[in-house]
Each structure stands twice: as structure tokens, then as C-alpha cells.
């Protein structure tokens, strides 16, 4: 098979194989990126139900609380109420206190003076010796008022006592309401605290909803770009395909027309009378020359444009040959990694077979002469054309 109707061949199908390649990655990457997205808004769809209920749980808390917190005003305004109710009530048994106390103090300074003016008549009666009717009822009305003055004292005494105990049970149900209303006060401050913790976590909650929301808004409309990008990217990749395939045969049906024995006589040719450069290997030798030949196998005449060097040394570096600027370095089917360098007066230089292309080479860089290209294991394939002709690589090159 004519060589460079191969190499052309493999070119192109590199070329197109590699853009369907590229389309085939980028769509694997793509669908490794709606993966991940699809991954990520189950996740938010959790965190958003999660958090859903969560913030209902809190909402129906704080809603208790608010309940309790009326209730509580409530009790307290009651108890306040009855606190106020039992002081108007101890102040009026205070009142009656004082006011038996006066009345027992009037009745005490009565009875003493009942019972100091029934002495002193005592005692003037004995000294008289006289007892006169008048005087008898005299003394007979000092005992009678004496004993009335004392069964009144009696009852002030028994009204005394009871409005102290009942004082003493007044002061005690409001020593125990105060108690109780300090103690809704403290409750009332608890509640009022927890309300205000509820409603920060409330509101913090509903940022991260709202945050979580909008995340899964975007993670939405990045999904549906991604399926809209994949219908594209499928879509090209097809087109691709199917010109592949033309190109394919159409390629293919123009190198079976260079199959025949004769074609090898419509390579155009030229000498070239320009001044040596070096090698494209340190150490080697021609094992297919320049030129026509007999296929041993097809028994057909074929004109070999480029010449194949054999390393005496394993992996062995390739060199550029002239100062020049990179225009192709890619792997080719049949002819392993090629790379293609244009050189001033229209010489381009192709090295074929390599094992490997150094990683610094790049398609569109310029590079001097002696710069590697890459490595062999044994084979390297060179071929040198000028202004679209083939020339004999072994007159670019010094011999080693």
C-alpha cells in the first residue's frame, strides 16, 4: 500500500476518531456531572424535609410555649389579684385589732377604777361601821358593774384572740401567694428566655431553608442545561460518526485506486542540493531505503517515500532534524505516534513508528534543531517533502 496514502488515511481517521473521542469523553464527563448533580439534590431534598420538620417541631414548640406564657399571665394576674384581696383583709383585721386593743385598754383602766372605787368604799364602809341601804346597793352596783366589766373584757379577750388567729392564717395564705407569684415570676422570665432561643433558631433555620432552596433551584436548572448539553453532545456525536464512516470510504476507495503496481510512477519527486543536517538517530541503520521497490508478498512494484532507520540502541532518543514549528504530534493506527514539522523553503519533516512522543511536544510550539521529539524501542520511520515533493531523506541528513 502506497505509504503516504496510509499516512494521509491514518491522519484523517485520527483526526475525526479523535473528535469523537473528545465528544464521547465530554459527554461521559458531563454525565458524571449529572450524577453527581442528581446526587446532590436528593441530598438538599433530604436536608430540606429534614429541615422542614424540624422547623415545624420548633414552630409548634414555640406556639406551647406562647400558650403556657398566657396561661402563666393569667395565674398571675389571678394570684396578684388574691394577694391584694388577703392584704385588704389583713388590714381590716389589723383595724379591728387595734381597735379591740383600744376598747380592751378603756375597759382594763375601767375595771381598775371600778375595783379601786370599790375598795375605797370598802374600807370607808368598815371604818363607819354604818351600812345604810343606800350604801349596800352602792356596793352591790360596784360588784355588778365589776363583773360586767370583766365578762366584757372576757369577750374582747376571746374576739382579741380569734382575730389574731384569723390574722395569723391571713398572713400565711399571703406569705404563700407571694411565694407562688415569685415563683411564676421566675417561670414567666424562663419562658420568656426559651421564647426568644426559639425564634433565633427558628429564624436561623428558615435562612438555611431558604439557602438550601435556592441551591436546589440552581442544582435544578444546571440539571436540565446538562440534559439539554447531552441531547446536543449525542446528537454531534452521531453527525460525527456518520461522517466518519464517509470519509472512511471515500478514503478507502481512493487508496484502492493507488493499490495498482504503476500508480508508484505519479510520485512526484525532487532532489535536494541544500546543505546537510543531522540525523534523526545517534546510531542506526537503513533497512528501507528511498524509492521504488518489489512487495515480497503482493508481488507489486512500490514507491517507498520515506526510508525506515533501525536504532543499534534500545530505547533510543529522536531528534529533530532543522529549526522548525510543530503542526502534528498524535497517536496514528498502523503507524504508531507521528509528529510533523515544517521547516523554511517549504521542507516538512515527518517522523513516524514512535514509541513515545516527549511530553513537552505540542502541536503549534517551534523548536530548534537537535530538540527531542521522543523515543523508539527499534523502528522510526522518516520522510522529507519540499513544496509538496517527495526528496530522499538521506540527502537532508549526515550519514552516521
Known amino acids: 500500500m502506497h505509504k503516504l496514502g496510509v499516512f494521509l488515511l491514518a491522519t484523517l481517521l485520527s483526526a475525526n476518531t479523535q473528535k469523537v473521542s473528545d ?19 436528593n441530598q ?3 436536608r430540606l424535609s429534614s429541615l422542614g420538620e424540624a422547623i415545624r417541631s420548633k414552630e409548634l414548640q414555640k406556639a406551647e410555649i406562647g400558650r403556657q406564657m398566657i396561661a402563666l399571665k393569667k395565674s398571675l394576674e389571678k394570684n396578684r389579684n388574691e394577694s391584694l384581696a388577703q392584704e385588704k383583709v389583713l388590714t381590716n383585721y389589723r383595724k379591728s385589732l387595734d381597735h379591740l386593743q383600744k376598747q380592751r385598754s378603756f375597759l382594763q383602766k375601767k375595771v381598775f377604777d371600778t375595783l379601786l372605787q370599790d375598795f375605797l368604799f370598802s374600807q ?24 360586767s366589766t370583766l365578762s366584757k373584757m372576757s369577750q374582747l379577750s376571746q374576739e382579741e384572740k380569734d382575730l389574731n388567729a384569723q390574722a395569723l392564717k391571713v398572713k400565711s395564705s399571703i406569705q404563700k401567694i407571694s411565694s407562688i ?7 414567666e422570665v424562663t419562658l420568656k428566655s426559651l421564647q426568644t432561643e426559639q ?16 441551591r436546589l433551584t440552581l442544582l435544578e436548572k444546571e440539571r436540565q ?110 503507524l504508531k505516534k507521528v509528529v510533523i514539522i515544517e521547516h523554511k ?36 520511520g522518516f520522510e522529507v517533502t519540499m513544496k509538496e515533493k517527495h526528496i530522499n531523506p538521506l540527502e537532508l541528513i549526515t550519514r552516521n
Open 23 to 41: 465528544i464521547a469523553k465530554d459527554i461521559q464527563h458531563k454525565e458524571t456531572l449529572l450524577k453527581k448533580t442528581h446526587e446532590e439534590k
Open 44 to 46: 438538599l431534598n433530604s
Open 124 to 147: 370607808a364602809l368598815k371604818g363607819q361601821n354604818l351600812a345604810s341601804s343606800n350604801d349596800v346597793i352602792l356596793q352591790v352596783a360596784f360588784e355588778n358593774l365589776h363583773q
Open 181 to 187: 407569684i415569685d415563683e411564676q415570676k421566675t417561670r
Open 199 to 214: 425564634d433565633k433558631l427558628i429564624l436561623s433555620m428558615q435562612k438555611d431553608y431558604a439557602i438550601y432552596n435556592q
Open 225 to 334: 442545561n446538562l440534559n439539554a448539553l447531552l441531547k446536543r453532545l449525542n446528537i454531534i456525536k452521531q453527525n460525527r460518526e456518520n461522517e466518519e464512516k464517509v470519509s472512511l470510504k471515500k478514503s478507502s476507495q481512493a487508496l484502492e485506486v493507488k493499490q495498482v503496481a504503476s500508480s508508484y510512477q505519479n510520485i512526484n519527486t525532487t532532489s535536494y542540493n541544500g546543505p546537510k543536517t543531522i540525523a534523526p538517530l545517534n546510531d542506526y541503520e537503513v533497512v528501507q531505503k528511498f524509492g521504488p521497490y518489489i512487495d515480497p508478498v503482493y508481488n507489486l512494484k512500490i514507491f517507498s517515500e520515506s526510508i525506515t532507520l533501525v536504532s543499534k540502541t534500545p530505547n533510543a532518543l529522536v531528534r529533530n532534524v532543522l529549526d522548525g514549528k510543530i503542526v502534528f504530534a498524535k497517536e496514528i493506527n498502523m
Open 345 to 380: 523553503n517549504g521542507i516538512r519533516t515527518i517522523y513516524s513508528q514512535l514509541d513515545k512522543i516527549a511530553p513537552t511536544i505540542k502541536s503549534g510550539m517551534r523548536i530548534q534543531k537537535g530538540y527531542v521529539l521522543g523515543r523508539i524501542d527499534q523502528r522510526l
